[in-house]
């Protein structure tokens, strides 16, 4: 994982030639190694990678010359730093979602203390009109993916959306009423998964005589019942909607109602375009860890959406598709072989990096996928 990010930083950043095949790379073997869109994951356990010492040496190496390179770089080549630099942000997550999957202790990083509940409910709804708005990323913006581009207009019809994401306690109700042994709240594709892994709860839950207990990285504790639930995949967040009587929100409704305050302008979060300060909001890691649901209201969106923007990913509802017009960027692996076969999830987790992540930004993963800091919140029904 971690030499995979150096050698994508020194591929994009130093290797490439105007109009010429790429620069041979300067760690013997390593696009045999380390280049992801062309080694089969089953392989990549038992490659032959070199000792740990050496593969730093190369780090800082390629981190050396990355940024000699960029003081001299045009504003056009700036694009691949910024890309090198996005996709280190994303491993930086995945490596703590490595951490939690595998039961080990979270990484010592000094953080604020946890902010408390605020009074407002952390499940109430929050109406929507709905119109046309312009979906996507705009041409003037520093810098899109290619799932992102470009803007372009979608109507909706009025909605009301949940204003936080769905909290542990209401999941825990879905589940002590046996949600998970209820064919009929559960899809079929759903219902396959949830038999086939024996599911009855969540990831990480456990029960310790009456209550729920969560396993936060190698820790066992009390379930906070007023964070957003966590590492739940698309077929149990739709399942616990149907319970409810709600929906899971499409995402054009996720990033409508996240700009509602400025549909049509270039506004990269909820509260506008200014960078949240530091504690500001559940992204970055500095509450090591997600927040209760109903807290940090001063990044609310003008119509009183709170989290929208970290503390967790949140499923929506649409499939992982291109927008029209849709042509690969350089890196052509990073979105087109995914397209169809993966859900959205929008919003960023406590952990995703704050430049990383922003109203337009589209994540994606399978339906069955829960390792990730994943929730949801809903709709109401029409």
């Known amino acids: ?21 790429p620069l041979p790379p300067r760690l013997k073997k390593a696009d045999q ?6 080694v089969p994951h089953a392989a990549r356990w038992n490659l032959p990678l070199p000792e740990w010492k050496g593969l730093l040496r190369y780090l800082d190496s390629v981190l050396h010359d990355t940024l000699v390179t960029l003081d001299r770089s ?25 951490l939690q999957t595998l039961g080990y202790s979270a990484p010592a990083l000094p953080s604020l203390r946890m902010p408390a509940a605020e ?14 708005f312009r979906l996507g990323a705009p041409a003037e913006q520093d810098f899109a993916f290619d799932n992102e581009k470009w803007a372009h207009p979608v109507t909706l019809p009025a909605f ?49 005589g009456g209550s729920w207990l ?34 899971m ?46 807290a940090l209201a001063q990044t609310d969106s003008p119509t009183g959406l709170r989290q929208m923007i970290g503390n967790v990913w949140e499923w929506t509802s649409s499939p992982f598709s291109p927008y029209a017009g849709f042509t690969p960027d350089p890196y052509k692996e990073y979105s087109e072989p995914w397209f169809h076969t993966h859900q959205v999830m929008r919003g960023g987790s406590f952990c995703t990096r704050s ?28």
């Open 249 to 294: 929100p499409s995402e054009a409704e996720w990033e409508y109602a996240a700009r509602a305050g400025h549909p049509e302008s270039s506004d990269r979060y909820p509260w506008g375009n200014a960078q949240p300060h530091f504690g500001q909001t559940s992204l970055d890691n500095v509450f090591s860890g997600p927040v209760p649901a109903s």
């Open 1 to 21: 994982e971690i030499g995979h990010v150096g050698w994508f930083q020194e591929y994009w950043c130093l290797r490439q030639r105007q109009g010429g095949a």
């Open 160 to 208: 009301a959306l949940s204003s936080a994401a769905v909290t542990n306690k209401s999941f825990a109700d879905f589940v002590d009423a046996g949600g998970y042994l209820v064919r009929g709240f559960w899809s079929d594709a759903g219902w396959q998964w949830r038999e086939a892994q024996q599911a009855e709860s969540p990831r990480y839950w456990r029960k310790n």
């Open 119 to 132: 009074k407002a409910p952390a499940m109430s709804d929050v109406f929507l009109a709905g119109g046309t």
């Open 33 to 38: 190694l380390y280049d992801s869109r062309h």
């Open 355 to 382: 430049r990383l992540v922003h109203n337009r930004f589209r994540n994606f993963y399978t339906a069955e996928r829960n390792d990730m800091f994943v929730g949801f919140r809903s709709c109401a029904m029409p």
């Open 214 to 247: 969560v396993r936060r990285f190698d820790q066992w504790r009390a379930l906070p019942e007023e964070e957003p639930v966590m590492h739940v995949n698309y077929h149990e967040a739709e399942a616990w909607c149907r319970w409810a009587g709600r929906r």
């Open 74 to 98: 045009t504003p056009e080549q700036r694009y691949f730093f910024r890309l090198a630099l996005y996709h280190e942000d994303m491993h930086t997550e995945a490596m703590l979602m490595t």
